[in-house]
C-alpha cells in the first residue's frame, strides 16, 4: 500500500510519522517546537508543520496523509484567507465570561441537546463571543473560522493567503466529526452545524449589514465541511488526504480503543474518553457529548491539571520524576491524610477558572515529602476518576482503561492508578498515538 504520513500537532510541538500502510510500522519520524502561551500565532504551527515534515524525509514517497491536532483553538480567517488574530488555544480561559453569557441565553440542557456541550472557556463558541465582545474590529473582519488542524490541513494541501499556489478558496476548508463536535455550534446527532448559536457568538446583537455587505448575524461565515470518515480531498500533488481529527480522538484511534474502552491520557490536560454507541448528552457540562473519528461517540471529561501536577511537585521536593514516583510509592494508600486539590491553572472540569490548589490535612505527621508526592499522585488521578464516574453515569458502559500520556510513565501513576479509578488498567507502550491515529485514517483512505 506505500507509505502514509500522520501528524499531531499539539500545543507543545509537531510530530509526524511516516508508516507503512501494511505493517503500521514508522518508518521515519521528527518533531518541531511550538511557542509557548495559550494565544499563538498559526503561522507558527505552520513553520513547524514544515520543518517536521522535511526532518522526516519529506512526502515524495508518501500517498496519503492526516493531520491530528489541539481541539478547540480559534483560527478565525478573513475574505483573503489571512489570519485575523492569534488563535486562542483550548487552554486559553479570557472567555470564560463568555461561556457564561451564552449558557444564560439558551439554557444549559438546551445547548447540551443541539451540540453536545455546555460551554465552558476551553470552546470555539466562547472564544468567538469573546472576539465579538472585547475585539469588535476583528470580530467584523471574520469570513471563515476553523480549528488548528482544518487550519493546518488547508495549508498542506497549497491553499493560503498570498501567492500560495492554490488561492485562498475558504470553501476548500475541511474538517472531521471529532473536532466539529468541540466548536459548540455543531450538532453530533444530526452532523450539521447549528447556525444560530454561531451568530450568537458573533454578532448577535447587529442587525442588518455591516459596510462591506456581510450579513451581520454571521450567518455568512464559512464553516469547514464535515467529512465522513472514510471520505477523502486531494492535495495539489493528488495525495489523498484523509479527513484529520482532535487529537482526542485520533490518539482513540492510535492506540486502538474499541467499544467499553475510556482512555485516560496524562499531558498537558488529563482526558477522559470513552468509546460510545451512542451519543451522550449531559445538562451539567461535565462530559463533553463529542464524536469519534471512526463513526462512533466520545463522551469526554478534560482536566487542565495533569502531568504538571506531577512537575511542580517534583520541582518542590528537589526531585527528577523517577525520585517523585519513588516517593510515593513509599508512602502508604491516601498519603496519611495529606490531600492536594491540584487546581494550579484554574481548572475546567469542575468549572472552575479562576480556582488556585490546596493542600489539606496537613499534621506534624502527615506533613512528608513521601506524603506529599503520593498526594499529587492521587491527587492527579481523583480529578481524573471522576471525570470516569461522570462518563459511567450517562450509561457509557466502561470495561477498562487505557492509560496513555506522559503522565503514563510514572511507575506511581500506573501502580496507584487502578484503585482511584476503580476498573482494570492497561498501560501501552508509550508511542506517539495522535499522530499514529491520524496515520490509521490515512491508511483508511487508501
Known amino acids: 500500500m506505500g507509505l502514509v504520513m500522520g501528524v499531531d500537532s499539539s500545543t507543545q510541538s509537531c510530530k509526524v510519522v511516516i508508516v507503512d500502510a501494511e505493517s503500521g510500522a514508522i518508518v521515519r519520524e521528527a518533531r518541531a517546537p511550538h511557542p509557548d502561551g495559550a494565544s499563538v500565532d498559526p503561522e507558527a504551527w505552520w513553520r513547524a508543520l514544515q520543518t517536521a515534515i522535511a526532518d522526516a524525509g519529506g512526502l515524495d514517497d508518501v500517498a496519503a496523509w492526516s493531520i491530528g491536532g489541539q481541539q478547540h483553538g480559534m483560527v478565525a480567517l478573513d475574505r483573503d484567507g489571512r489570519v485575523v488574530r492569534d488563535a486562542l488555544l483550548w487552554n486559553d480561559t479570557r472567555s470564560a465570561d463568555a461561556a457564561s453569557a451564552l449558557v444564560a441565553e439558551f439554557g444549559a440542557e438546551a445547548l447540551a441537546a443541539r451540540t453536545g456541550l455546555v460551554p465552558v472557556a476551553s470552546f470555539t463558541i466562547t472564544k468567538l463571543r469573546w472576539l465579538r465582545d472585547a475585539e469588535p474590529d476583528n470580530a467584523a473582519r471574520v469570513a471563515a473560522v476553523a480549528l488548528p488542524h482544518d487550519w493546518l490541513t488547508w495549508r498542506l494541501r497549497g491553499f493560503g493567503p498570498g501567492d ?81 481529527a482532535g487529537d482526542n480522538a485520533a490518539a482513540a484511534l492510535g492506540v486502538g480503543a474499541e467499544l ?8 498537558t ?13 449531559d445538562p451539567t457540562g461535565t462530559v463533553a457529548g463529542f464524536a469519534s473519528a471512526d463513526g462512533h ?43 492536594l486539590v491540584p487546581y494550579f491553572e484554574g481548572e475546567r472540569t469542575p468549572n472552575l477558572p479562576d480556582a488556585t490548589a490546596s493542600l489539606d490535612g496537613m499534621t506534624l505527621a502527615s506533613t512528608t515529602r513521601e506524603n506529599l508526592a503520593r498526594a499529587a499522585v492521587e491527587g492527579m488521578l481523583g480529578g481524573l476518576a471522576a471525570g470516569l464516574d461522570a462518563v459511567r453515569d450517562l450509561g457509557v458502559p466502561i470495561r477498562r482503561a487505557l492509560l496513555i500520556g506522559g503522565g503514563a510513565r510514572s511507575d506511581a501513576v500506573r501502580e496507584i492508578a487502578p484503585a482511584v479509578l476503580g476498573v482494570p488498567v492497561e498501560v501501552p507502550e508509550p508511542a506517539e498515538y495522535v499522530a499514529l491515529g491520524a496515520a490509521r485514517q490515512a491508511a483508511r483512505v487508501l
Open 260 to 267: 467499553g474502552d475510556v482512555v485516560v491520557s496524562i499531558g
Open 269 to 281: 490536560s488529563g482526558t477522559v474518553c470513552a468509546v460510545s454507541a451512542d451519543p451522550t448528552t
Open 297 to 339: 461517540f466520545l463522551p469526554l471529561v478534560c482536566t487542565l491539571n495533569a502531568a504538571r501536577v506531577l512537575d511542580v511537585t517534583a520541582r518542590l521536593l528537589g526531585v527528577d520524576h523517577a525520585g517523585l514516583s519513588d516517593l510515593a510509592l513509599a508512602a502508604e494508600p491516601g498519603a496519611g491524610g495529606l490531600r
Open 164 to 244: 500560495s499556489p492554490r488561492g485562498a478558496d475558504l470553501g476548500e476548508l475541511v474538517t472531521d466529526r471529532s473536532d466539529a463536535s468541540g466548536t459548540g455550534y455543531w450538532n453530533p446527532a444530526t452532523g450539521e452545524y447549528d447556525r444560530e448559536l454561531l451568530a450568537a457568538a458573533l454578532r448577535r446583537d447587529a442587525p442588518g449589514h455591516d459596510a462591506q455587505g456581510h450579513d451581520a448575524r454571521g450567518h455568512d461565515v464559512v464553516l469547514p465541511r464535515v467529512l465522513a470518515a472514510d471520505e477523502w480531498v486531494a492535495d495539489a500533488d493528488g495525495r489523498r488526504v484523509a479527513p484529520g
